[in-house]
């Protein structure tokens, strides 16, 4: 059976670098679905000062998480308005076994049964080498991402007059520690999904394009 005859439901983890919303971005042409990125949807909000974003924006600027409660609840809300012929990639969430408990009780009740679960993997050098290397070109108008490495977009950001800036996270001794981070935060969460045998793990070394095919392969070839 197709995909497209049947909106997917996914899960999408992945360490920092391992390009999740490229990925996101590619997968949304491939497969009628919503993306919803917790961590963009919740600065949306605070950005848009709305009651949900003055709740959290405390929370958000000391790095921790959004409590379960009205995490779970937010989430409800979002995957009530997807509608019907449309599935979803989640990016973000669940981030504790509780929130993927809740999700497997909401999925239920909303009579959207998950697809499949892909887990980005990424060697740490590798990570270090797209976070470390990452600059962002601020000048007149937009600001784009780039490498240190790639000299044609570093010619294009001076030739603008534009300036590269390293974000503080992209240092590499914080990378490490957010990629630790991240394993220990996803691992109970994988160990919770492994029964239900939908859990793909992908090789997320290579141009975006190979990494979105090795993903829908997987995808399509359990359905
Ligand atoms: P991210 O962009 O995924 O790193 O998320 C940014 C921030 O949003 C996190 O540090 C948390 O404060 C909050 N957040 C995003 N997703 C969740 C979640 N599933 N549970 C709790 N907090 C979350």
């Given at each position: 059976m197709?995909?497209?005859?049947?909106?997917?439901?996914?899960?999408?983890f992945?360490?920092p670098?391992?390009?999740?919303?490229?990925?996101?971005?590619?997968?949304?042409?491939?497969?009628?679905?919503?993306?919803?990125?917790?961590?963009?949807?919740l600065?949306?909000e605070?950005?848009a000062?709305?009651?949900?974003?003055?709740?959290?924006?405390?929370v958000?600027?000391?790095?921790?998480?959004?409590?379960?409660?009205l995490?779970?609840?937010?989430?409800?809300t979002?995957?009530?308005?997807?509608?019907?012929?449309?599935?979803?990639?989640?990016?973000?969430?669940?981030?504790?076994?509780?929130?993927?408990?809740?999700?497997?009780?909401?999925?239920?009740?909303?009579k959207r049964?998950l697809?499949?679960?892909?887990?980005?993997?990424?060697?740490?050098?590798?990570a270090?080498?797209?976070?470390?290397?990452?600059?962002?070109?601020?000048?007149?108008?937009?600001?784009?991402?780039?490498?240190?490495?790639?000299e044609?977009?570093?010619?294009?950001?001076?030739?603008?007059?534009?300036?590269?800036?390293?974000?503080?996270?992209?240092?590499?001794?914080?990378?490490?520690?957010?990629?630790?981070?991240?394993?220990e935060?996803?691992?109970?969460?994988?160990?919770?999904?492994?029964?239900?045998?939908?859990?793909?793990?992908?090789?997320?070394s290579?141009?975006?394009?190979?990494?979105?095919?090795?993903?829908?392969?997987?995808?399509?070839?359990?359905q």
């Amino acid at each position: 059976m197709q995909l497209k005859d049947r909106p997917p439901h996914l899960i999408l983890f992945g360490p920092p670098g391992a390009g999740k919303s490229t990925q996101a971005a590619l997968l949304v042409n491939r497969w009628p679905m919503v993306a919803i990125s917790t961590g963009k949807r919740l600065r949306e909000e605070i950005a848009a000062n709305t009651e949900l974003g003055r709740q959290v924006r405390d929370v958000l600027a000391n790095g921790r998480l959004v409590p379960d409660e009205l995490m779970i609840a937010t989430l409800r809300t979002w995957l009530e308005d997807i509608p019907p012929d449309k599935g979803f990639l989640l990016d973000g969430f669940p981030r504790t076994v509780d929130q993927a408990r809740a999700l497997n009780k909401m999925l239920e009740e909303l009579k959207r049964p998950l697809t499949a679960i892909i887990k980005l993997n990424l060697t740490v050098s590798e990570a270090v080498y797209r976070l470390g290397g990452r600059r962002i070109c601020y000048g007149d108008g937009a600001e784009e991402i780039i490498h240190i490495n790639d000299e044609d977009a570093v010619k294009r950001c001076l030739d603008r007059g534009g300036l590269l800036v390293q974000r503080p996270d992209d240092l590499p001794n914080v990378i490490v520690r957010r990629l630790s981070v991240y394993e220990e935060e996803t691992e109970p969460l994988i160990e919770f999904y492994r029964s239900s045998g939908i859990v793909h793990t992908i090789d997320a070394s290579g141009s975006p394009e190979e990494v979105a095919n090795r993903i829908i392969e997987a995808v399509e070839g359990d359905q």
